[in-house]
């Protein structure tokens, strides 16, 4: 059964924002630290962004810091990325996963459960 959604991707300009939502129909996602990662055509799956089961720690990749947010809401039990600046090197399909931890980390064995993706293109 499908677990998690996203949603919110497309086609922005550079310098750009968008903000992507993942909701899950897991029962254990207050308890579940939750991560987005991308992959681009021809490349490796990457972390982009951590947060802990309660919200009260984040965690970035360099690459996005700064420009980012991830936050998550328990009560609705969506997590979501705000990217803000986009650059056309973020042009990837982002995925949101759940850990089987609470702590989130960017270490991507560490997280079980994944959505289907969705596409973000960023031209310049």
């Known amino acids: 059964q499908v677990q998690l959604v996203e949603s919110g991707g497309g086609l922005v300009q550079a310098g750009g924002s968008l903000r992507l939502s993942c909701t899950s129909s897991r029962r254990t996602f207050s308890s579940s630290a939750m991560g987005w990662f991308r992959q681009a055509p021809g490349k490796e799956r990457e972390f982009v962004a951590a947060?802990?089961?309660?919200?009260?720690?984040?965690n970035y990749a360099d690459s996005v810091k700064g420009r980012f947010t991830i936050s998550r809401d328990n009560a609705k039990s969506t997590v979501y990325l705000q990217m803000n600046n986009l650059k056309p090197e973020d042009t990837a399909v982002y995925y949101c996963a759940a850990s089987r931890y609470g702590s989130g980390s960017g270490r991507i064995n560490e997280y079980e459960t994944w959505g289907q993706g969705t596409q973000v293109t960023v031209s310049s």
């Open positions: 947060i802990n089961y309660f919200g009260g720690n984040t």
